[in-house]
């Protein structure tokens, strides 16, 4: 079965430039999460989805951070304009929802580096 | 709102020595609890997840969690540790009606040999 596919592995890009993350879910699974992870701050969470509808976004730092969710099968996380502080990686991960337990599973990240 | 606590940022132990990453979490309702491991430049895979029924889970690598609600701790344990275990551990929580996880700040674990 395929995982929680995230594209691109890696990118790096200069300051300014926008910054698009892409995310496909598990198949069938309702619930979906973008989190972020330095040495710094650990792994945060940045929005979580259920049923392509943002519920908690608290997470998101600043306006420069948006995400959507405009079917079951993909997601973006969008950075405008990008930062330094936003080199990062950036995980997607996918869940069927408190049905069956919340187990999430994670993508393999996105390695993103704005110099 | 739920929150978990690792205290451990590092624990350094010997090839085949036992190990034990501690684990205690915070909510005023029932939880799900969750180990997840990390290994280098990988994202984190489910190592052990307690649901309900049986409070020690345990999987096929060795390792085992014990979920002890009156400590609220989810403690993982592994009795000996080989040098393929050297990964980040993190320890994670849910609220049984949320999709919400939330996670620790991790536990690295190194082998020495």
């Known amino acids: 079965d395929a995982g929680v596919i995230q594209s691109p592995r890696h990118e790096v890009t200069e300051m300014g430039q926008e910054v698009t993350l892409r995310c496909k879910p598990i198949?069938?699974?309702?619930?979906l999460f973008w989190y972020r992870q330095t040495m710094m701050r650990g792994l945060e969470l940045l929005i979580y989805?259920?049923?392509?509808?943002?519920?908690?976004d608290s997470g998101m730092p600043e306006d420069r951070f948006s995400a959507k969710m405009p079917n079951a099968s993909f997601s973006t996380l969008k950075i405008q304009p990008s930062e330094p502080r936003d080199s990062a990686v950036y995980f997607c991960?996918?869940?069927?929802?408190?049905?069956?337990?919340?187990?999430?599973?994670f993508g393999e990240g996105s390695w993103l580096t704005v110099v | 709102a739920q929150s978990v606590t690792q205290l451990d940022s590092q624990v350094p132990v010997f090839e085949e020595a036992p190990v034990e990453l501690r684990c205690n979490y915070s909510?005023?309702?029932?939880?799900?609890l969750f180990w997840y491991v990390q290994y280098p430049n990988q994202g984190l895979q489910l190592l052990l997840k307690?649901?309900?029924?049986?409070?020690l889970v345990k999987d096929i690598n060795g390792f085992e969690a014990e979920f002890n609600k009156s400590q609220t701790s989810f403690h993982l344990r592994k009795p000996s540790v080989h040098i393929s275990d050297t990964a980040e551990y993190f320890c994670?929580?849910?609220?049984?009606?949320?999709?919400?996880?939330?996670f620790g700040s991790g536990t690295r674990l190194s082998i020495r040999p």
């Open positions: 991960a996918s869940s069927l929802g408190p049905n069956s337990g919340n187990t999430i599973y």
């Open positions: 198949s069938g699974h309702n619930s």
């Open positions: 989805f259920n049923n392509n509808v943002p519920i908690d």
């Open positions: 909510s005023s309702v029932s939880v799900y």
């Open positions: 307690y649901l309900s029924g049986s409070t």
């Open positions: 994670a929580v849910s609220e049984l009606i949320a999709s919400k996880i939330s």
